[in-house]
Every structure is written in C-alpha cells, then in structure tokens.
C-alpha cells in the first residue's frame, strides 16, 4: 500500500489469503461518495475496499468530472481503465454508469457501480 492510503487501510494486508476474518467479506456494501479525487482515497485504495465487501455485494462510488479531468492519475481514461482493469482481474463486475449533471458544488459527477465477485 502506498502513503496515500488512510492509515486503517494500510493495516489490512495486501495479500487476500492473509486478511483478517474480521476484515475479509465483512460488509454487505460500500458507498464511497466524494472519497476519490485530489486529495483525497486514490484508486490504488480500492482493492482493499473491495476484499471487505461480501461478495456479490454492491459498491457505488462517484468522482467529480474536475478530479477525473485533471487529477494525473485520472485524466485521460486512467480512472475508467484503472476502474476496468479490477474487473478483469476478476474482481468486480461493472453494472452501471450515469453521468449526474449537478452531482456536486453545481457541477457534473460520474457515478459507477459494481458487484463484488
């Protein structure tokens, strides 16, 4: 994990084998609204969110378009191949995405949901 994960996170190990039982399969969803962007959780956090959600449950997360437009780790399609990639890791499915023309602050927002496989 990097620095720029919460300190929690960083104490839940990156290998699955090796989570915790408290930890792994845990909850039944996630909603994570307003969590990614400049400075904020960056998308190498969210496998580690993912292992803690049960599977087949749901995880629902947004970014505003200004983060996923300039942020360097975002822009270009990195967040949506970055998104994409998880998925062909087998670890989610993609079920759904709306573009929110006032998600935030009167601006757009991208609003993406998944299923923990």
């Known amino acids: 994990m990097t620095a720029s994960c919460p300190a929690f996170l960083n ?3 990156v290998q699955p084998t090796s989570l915790p039982t408290t930890w792994y399969d845990s909850y039944d969803g996630l ?3 307003g969590a990614l962007g400049s400075g904020h959780l960056n998308l190498e956090c969210v496998p580690q969110l993912i292992r803690i959600v049960k599977p087949g449950g749901p995880i629902i997360l947004d970014v ?3 983060s996923r437009d300039t942020v360097d780790t975002f822009k270009d399609g990195k967040f949506e191949a970055d998104l994409d990639e998880l998925g062909r890791k087998g670890l989610w499915v993609k079920e759904g ?3 929110v023309p006032d998600w935030m602050f009167n601006g757009p927002g991208h609003q993406y949901a998944y299923k923990v496989v």
């Open 64 to 66: 505003d378009s200004e």
């Open 31 to 33: 909603v994570l609204c």
């Open 11 to 13: 104490e839940i190990p």
């Open 97 to 99: 995405y709306e573009l």
